[in-house]
């Protein structure tokens, strides 16, 4: 291997590695030669099925992550695949793409059986898969001609020396046959994102996919670099590649798919066809199963929060907002509707536009977390893993982090202060752990994210954020927590953001909608009129229907 | 990380955590056994060896000699270890101690002060040092191991530079062609020197105050235990309310002051400014920080481990070198008692959860 190779390596070890193994067997070399679109495409007849699944499961530990999921995918066809964070999408798709194999259940492709062990098996049926962190699929440090030529530059018998000529020339014929018109000589850190998007994608489409699996590819994407990448994915349509495609942006889903399929808690719950019944998938999406006016609100006592003409982006609607002593507020929308970005603003890690917010009648200063506890807004994120537990440390030090200093005299830590206040946290909430001791990665998700909790219950707070407190939970520890934070709601104001309508009504009094960054509408828990609220959360009143 | 998908056996039972560590814990492991004590029974194996084959080596002078040997090189070890506590690294302290070296002699030597300005002198620079690796890792977001190579380099030029590129002596001849007043102090050379109830050097017991204090500051206070959080998941820590920034960069001062601390006591036993002295330093105190990882299964940068970890090359530095074993043997056996001690960090370990 040469020492340019290396450094590539160095810079990108998975894209490498992934590279490196699934080159093609007859691969881009001929499918170069050919320049005619259909050779390279090879078109069969539109709407035939190109991947079948029947009775698909999978657990990890106790989680059933995907159950009994049949699911037909058809060539020439955009597949929305949709559903909320754990529903079980991105399972499903690692499946299709090789990354975990299937516990039970049957996989064809072009009606022949298949069982893959590894993602180069499922590249080499012709499943490729564009993922959402973009910079997984390219190299930064080299140019789009570079990227474009990868695999070629990285095959183990390819020429010692390249000549950028040749290079050039090869990412010119990927170029073509897509029809793309990229700057190759352009360093990819360069390019903005819908670029790179589509060098991504340009990518995966030089081996001749049968599949080519999206996930979220305009997360990150302006409207007019989203609609440059819709212009190739219905290209690609139009070719008989079958696309499936996850968003959570409902525009996405009206300009593209032709049918939809929605998961929930591990299952395919509904599919739709064109027309599609937005207000249907949002149903199916977030909560089937809520019943109506299941509790009766109870009322909020002293004004706590009080938010004013708060605008979280330039372009965003700003809005007012207060939030009460004993009340759980919930915050509800879909992804991307800007509820995140609204807690941050309140704890300090995000600047709002514009707005003033008031905590007890003063304004709230917090530039930081640090400040933001200081004047009691206590925050617990998303994704536990990453934002708030310590893999390193046991349940006892995960716990008391924030509130060391309580537990300390002359900065050392007195452990029976420690480990008492731990301790009543583990039985308020019923943490099933060993002991305290123990690592953090020895409990199940449901007592991780109890855990989470009980650490910002150790002090009491002026306003306490939970950020999709249920994600990974099961319905047990569930249960637990909401009602551990009704217990303690006396006394401070709480706002729990939570995508999932059932999970929603369990714990709310009030539940407010965000669309757009900003809030939309709000309801009391008392006479809920679920599809007021649906329409509300999809903005189906200002869209109407798919045309 | 958090996902179920971390527990690799399936199990239906809900409180899965409870019942594999609860109950489900075999009596003994012998591999866990060897984790967690196979460096300490190898350190005591190896003085038992050097003592059946050289019995000079167990007399209580040598004992302290080889303390004394290893007390510069654990201290600056004890540094480091801080840095990678939070996940850093710190490869200045080598040239930091070197610096704190020529700083003592040039203030005693050139400008002719006292042994408590000579100190504090070398104090305040090696925590300034350290303030400013932290101030560029962390402002100016250079990768921590870049930062420190280049300040290692910057300041093995500047010490040099008020001297012309010569070792600092007493009497030495200055620029202008006068010759130096000044001398290193006794009160100065003693702390390099004096021996305790002429047995246990000052360097020893100066290194074990500083590594006892180090030890309450990283496993008993509130600070360290926010140090190892930022090491174990940076971003937590901040959201759970610590000023990540000043931790870090502390860090870095801490390390530094240590480091600086390392080279008064270097200078106090050398007795002039070797312009060569620390050129070790930085290697060894790495490996002994490192090695320490592997000292009662610890698996993480602690300060009890960096100290065995210093123990254990000096142990058997000077063990090869009263059995004649040649200078070159010694980075060798340095070099496979690191890769071993990894081995055992890393390795053997990674095969259990997680």
Known sequence: MEVGLVFVICQDRLTIDVLVARLPPSGLEEALCQTSVEAVFGMTEPGREVIRIRGLNKRFGSTHAVIDVDLDIKRGEVLALMGANGAGKSTLIKILCGVHPADSGTMEIDGEMVDFRS??????????????????????????AENLALDEICRPEGPMLLSR??????????????????????????????????????RALSHDPKVLILDEPTSSLSEAEAARLFVLIEDLRARGVAIVYISHRMSDIRRLADRAVVMRDGRVRAEFIRPLDFDGIVHAMVGHRVSEGARAAVAGGRTVVEIRDFAITPTSAPFDLDLHEGEVVVLT??????????????????????????????????ASPQQAIAEGVFMAHEDRGNSSLVAEFSVLHNMTLPFLRQFSKLSLVVPDQERRAATGQVSDLAIKCASIDVPIGSLSGGNQQKVVLGRWLIQPCRLLILDEPFQGVDIGARQDIGHRLRETAAGRATLVICADLEEATEIADRIIVMRDFSVVGGHSIDGLSLDALVAEISGAGTHATFA | MSTPSSNPAPNPAAPAAAVQTGTAKPAFSFKDFVIKFGL??????????????????????????????VSVTALLALGVTVTLAIAGFDLS?????????????????????????????????????????????????????????????????????????RSIAKGMTLSDGSAATGTFTDAFLALGRYRLFDLIPLPVIIMLVAAVILWVFMERSRYGRVLY??????????????????????????????????????????GRGDVTSGSSLLLDSVAAALIGYAVLGAKKPNVFGTAVGALFVGTLLNGLTMLNAPYYAQDFVKGLVLVFALLFTFGFASSQRR
Not at chain 1, 128 to 140: L, R
Not at chain 2, 250 to 264: E, K, P, T, V
């Open chain 1, 333 to 366: 929308g879909l992804i991307g509707a800007g509820k995140t970005e609204f807690a941050e603003c309140l704890f300090g890690t995000a600047t709002p536009f514009a707005g003033s917010v008031m905590i007890d009648g003063k304004p709230l200063r917090a």
């Open chain 2, 229 to 270: 959080a930022i090491g174990g998941n940076e971003k937590a820590t901040r959201l759970a309310g610590a000023p990540v920034e000043r931790y870090k960069i502390a860090a870095y001062m801490i390390s530094g002051l240590f480091a600086s601390i390392g080279g008064i006591l270097l200078a106090a036993r050398v």
């Open chain 1, 165 to 202: 000529a040749a290079i050039t020339a090869r990412a010119r014929g990927i170029q073509a046959i897509l029809g793309l018109d990229l700057p190759l000589g352009k360093a990819m850190s360069e390019l903005g994102q819908a670029e790179r998007q589509l060098v991504a994608i340009a």
């Open chain 2, 93 to 165: 302290i080598g040239s930091t101690a070197a610096m704190s070296l020529m700083a003592s002699s040039y203030v005693m030597v050139i400008l002719n002060q006292g042994t408590l300005l000579a100190v504090i002198v070398c104090l305040l620079l090696g925590a300034f040092i350290g303030f400013l690796n932290g101030v560029l890792i962390v402002k100016g977001r250079i990768p921590d191991l870049l930062a420190t190579l280049g300040m290692m380099f910057l300041l093995l030029g500047l010490q040099l530079i008020p001297t012309g590129g």
């Open chain 1, 119 to 144: 993602p180069l098996e499922a590249c080499a049926a012709g499943i490729h898969t564009v993922h959402q962190i973009i910079n997984d699929g390219v190299v930064q440090q080299l140019t789009v």
């Open chain 2, 40 to 69: 300490l029974i190898i350190l005591a194996v190896m003085v038992v060896v050097f003592w059946r084959l050289e019995p000079a080596f167990a007399n209580a002078r040598n004992m302290f000699s080889i303390l004394q040997a």
